[in-house]
């Protein structure tokens, strides 16, 4: 069994800082990409930012240059570094790894259980 458990949300002003950390736990063998994504109300879930295993980023066009993502593969735990927050950037931020091996040939995908973060103006 296979768990993301997330930390670090809360309630920030804007132009504030907040760190979010997800570690993963259960039977790893090793873990490809990790990512985190958000939801706002009434809207769909989007991809925030991804890194890859020999730590490739991607991010959406709307956190570029604010936020941050990284990894310490010895812990099996990422990071999402939030610097500038805006009011838009409210939502609930999940942490997502696509690939968790459990061995060297079987995977699964799994999603944390959401935390909140919340940017006032």
């Known amino acids: 069994q296979v768990q993301l458990m997330e930390s670090g949300g809360g309630l920030v002003q804007a132009g504030g800082s907040l760190r979010l950390s997800c570690a993963a736990s259960?039977?790893?063998?090793?873990?490809?990409?990790m990512g985190w994504y958000r939801q706002a109300p009434g809207k769909q879930r989007e991809l925030v930012a991804t890194i890859t295993s020999d730590s490739s980023t991607v991010y959406a066009d709307s956190v570029k240059g604010r936020f941050t993502i990284s990894r310490d593969n010895a812990k099996n735990t990422w990071y999402l570094q939030m610097n500038s927050l805006k009011p838009e950037d409210t939502a609930v931020y999940y942490c997502?790894?696509?690939?968790?091996?459990?061995?060297?040939?079987?995977?699964?995908?799994?999603w944390g259980q959401g935390t909140q973060v919340t940017v006032s103006s």
């Open positions: 997502n790894a696509d690939r968790i091996y459990i061995n060297r040939f079987t995977y699964v995908t799994a």
């Open positions: 259960g039977n790893i063998f090793s873990v490809n990409t």
